[in-house]
């Protein structure tokens, strides 16, 4: 499995345009984000040094992952990093809409303004501000902020935490939360090879095992509660619900297309934002806490009922 | 989502200058009011192929209230998320096949319990509740009225409350657990006669 998308985007993202009919105009864009950051990391190789150890013996993380608790390892980031890289995708995103400039800018202007009034490290919860305060004082969209944040916080996390996230005992549990982030999965995929339900963390890419007929975020087993739809023509992505919690998340059936192991699941996310924004149409709302549909949709939609 | 008027009014209003994944090319609208009818609402069933002794985990796909699929449980014990030829086409049981092979939901399909009256020529729909009275009552009434206490052997009384009017089969498509409990039930009421489906 390629955690840190080190290489594979490309195919990924080839891939994703055959199987996703709206993902065509904006595969360039995606490719190029994920083009600058690799370019960013092969530059800076000192940057996001993976965590060798855990923060527990392997003993008692074993004996966590048994009684599906999860670690909730969630370190802090270099602040330099992390502002250099949504400085990188904020050009990315004038370099394909240059109408953007002058909300993007603002951005951008505000981010070196964190950056000069943080510590060296950051943590996730000052992060979590920081994207608070974005969305409060810019015009930046929430879809577009969950996509920047979300696309820098796991470049780095996926290569701090790739280490232990091989050598966790992940077999061992089953819990709905990330093992070992503790994140709360947006997505996740049915193995070609038996049908199994994997979810993938959107933060460290850490994947596990979940019962394919249970809720990851309140762990109800009602059947009848629990069900998925699809659409017509795009039936590789599966919307799961919880009539209980009134959660989805996204599945992907990686039987369509067979092929296990390297897929990153996040561009297949990207591709089928389409069915985010069906979701909350449905009455669901994003079990992860990503809000990837900008309420502007929403607005329409109500305008067309 | 609730959306009041007002939160509508300064939704519209915010949204006119926003940069949105849409102002990359990331659309989100093709799901949009004016093609609901796409959506296919499926739920899963995870339930036991009725095949053989093995008693292999399937997850039935059921849309509108028809089966669409049936594959093999990843999560269950016995077979990991395979199954049998057989067992892969479960879903056509509850079909039939029409001219030109066109499967159709099978009309004679048993959704209700059936009862046929000591007598009559033919049957009747009932409820669960009422043939489940009905069955634990004869169950009852044949044990109490052929209960043996104890028999005769060589002259000597020996104790052996039994049975010997119902017999108790067992099923592959329990838990080992259950089953235990069906022993265990059908040893309490004096019944001797106990066997199991699983031949294979």
Redesign the interface.
């Known amino acids: 499995m390629d955690r840190v998308w080190s290489d594979g985007y490309n195919d990924e993202i080839d891939r994703c345009q055959k199987y996703y ?3 065509k ?6 490719r190029d984000v994920f083009s600058v950051l690799q370019d960013y990391y092969q530059k800076n190789p000192g940057k996001a040094m993976p965590i060798a150890n855990l923060p527990l013996s392997i003993d008692k993380a074993t004996d966590l992952m048994r009684k599906d608790q999860s670690l909730v390892f969630r370190p802090e980031i270099d602040r330099d990093l992390f502002c250099d890289l949504l400085n990188l995708s904020c050009h990315q ?1 004038i370099k ?2 240059a ?2 400039n002058n ?2 800018s603002d951005l951008k202007a505000k981010t070196e303004a964190f950056r000069a009034t943080s510590d060296l490290s950051i943590s996730l919860d000052k992060i979590e501000e920081f994207r608070e305060t974005l969305l409060s004082e810019t ?3 929430n ?2 902020l969950a ?1 920047l944040f979300s696309i820098v916080l796991s470049s780095i996390y996926r290569r701090l935490l790739e280490p232990i996230s091989e050598v966790l005992r992940t077999d061992l549990y089953e819990g709905g939360d990330c093992p070992l982030c503790g994140e709360k999965p947006h997505y996740g995929m049915l ?1 070609a ?5 994997y979810l993938d963390c959107w933060l460290c890419g850490t994947r596990w ?1 979940h ?3 249970k809720c990851p975020y309140c762990s109800n087993e009602e ?2 509660e ?7 023509e795009e039936e590789i992505c ?1 919307v799961h619900y919880c009539q209980a919690c009134c959660c989805y998340y996204k599945i992907f059936d990686t039987r369509q297309f067979n092929a296990d192991g390297g897929i990153i699941l996040a561009i297949h996310n ?1 591709a089928s ?6 979701a ?4 669901f ?1 994003s079990g992860s806490g990503l809000e ?11 305008r ?2 | 989502m609730q959306l009041t008027r007002r939160s509508f009014l300064k939704l519209t209003g915010a949204a006119a200058a926003t940069a949105t994944l849409a102002g990359v090319g990331l659309k989100q609208s093709s799901a949009s009011a004016a093609e609901p009818l796409r959506v296919k609402y499926t739920k899963e069933y995870p339930t036991t192929c009725t095949f053989c002794g093995v008693g292999c985990g399937v997850i039935c796909n059921v849309r509108d209230g028809v089966i669409v699929n049936a594959e093999g449980d990843p999560g269950h014990p016995i077979n990991e998320g395979t199954l049998c030829s057989k067992g892969s086409s479960h879903f056509n049981i509850s079909y039939i096949f029409k001219e030109k092979g066109k499967p159709e939901p099978n009309p004679n399909r048993l959704t209700k319990p059936l009862y046929r009256a000591p007598g009559a020529s033919s049957y009747e729909e009932k409820e669960w509740d009422e043939v489940l009275d009905m069955i634990a009552r004869r169950v009852k009434e044949t044990r109490d009225s052929n209960y043996v206490e104890s028999v005769d052997v060589g002259g000597q009384k020996v104790t052996v409350n039994r049975t010997e009017a119902i017999s108790w089969l067992g099923s592959a498509f329990c838990t080992d657990e259950e089953n235990y409990l069906f022993h265990k039930m059908a040893r309490a009421m004096g019944v001797i006669n106990i066997d199991h489906c699983a031949r294979l």
């Open positions: 009919c709206n993902f105009e904006g595969a360039g864009f995606i995103i394909t809409n109408s953007l909300i993007v015009e930046i969209g879809d577009l996509f193995k090879e038996d049908g199994a339900k095992m019962a394919r007929v059947r009848e629990l069900g998925y739809f699809t659409i017509d599966r990207l934002l389409e069915f985010d924004l069906l909350r149409k449905e009455g709302s990837w549909i900008n309420e502007r949709e929403i607005v329409e939609d109500y067309k009922d």
